[in-house]
């Protein structure tokens, strides 16, 4: 049984893939990392702690092993997240402004141009 996951100190939350069985099969974990780890889109190499048990195996009831991964963020899934922290909130509303009347990752709708049409499309997506 998988008992917690660290990295640099931090608990990441196993979402699914955990099972209780014990064997050589591979498998798939899907983690989610806490809110203060907002990354930008991009690759990241991380080392991770693992820490797992089984009163079912002799002689070994707990084992804690590192790995090195590498984690992918992919780009923000709304494009009303402008600042990709995964929340429309004031730090999307505030690069919007900062780009208003230009071209910029803040035109939403992909006119061209920051206006009205996108301030609208980020307040309907807010929080």
């Given at each position: ?86 929340i429309v909130d004031g730090g999307d509303l505030a690069v919007l402004l900062s780009q208003w009347g230009t071209t910029g990752e803040a035109d939403i709708d992909g006119s061209g141009t920051v206006d ?12």
């Amino acid at each position: 049984m998988l008992d917690g996951i660290t990295s640099s100190g931090q608990v990441i939350s196993a979402v699914s893939g955990i099972g209780s069985q014990v064997g050589a099969t591979p498998v798939s974990i899907r983690l989610r990392l806490p809110a203060s780890a907002a990354m930008l889109p991009g690759s990241y190499p991380a080392t991770v702690q693992v820490q797992s048990s089984d009163e079912n195996l002799p002689g070994r009831q707990s084992y804690s092993s590192t790995i090195t991964v590498t984690i992918t963020v992919e780009g923000a899934s709304r494009p009303e997240d402008i600042n990709h922290d995964g929340i429309v909130d004031g730090g999307d509303l505030a690069v919007l402004l900062s780009q208003w009347g230009t071209t910029g990752e803040a035109d939403i709708d992909g006119s061209g141009t920051v206006d009205g049409s996108d301030l609208g499309m980020l307040l309907s997506a807010w929080g």
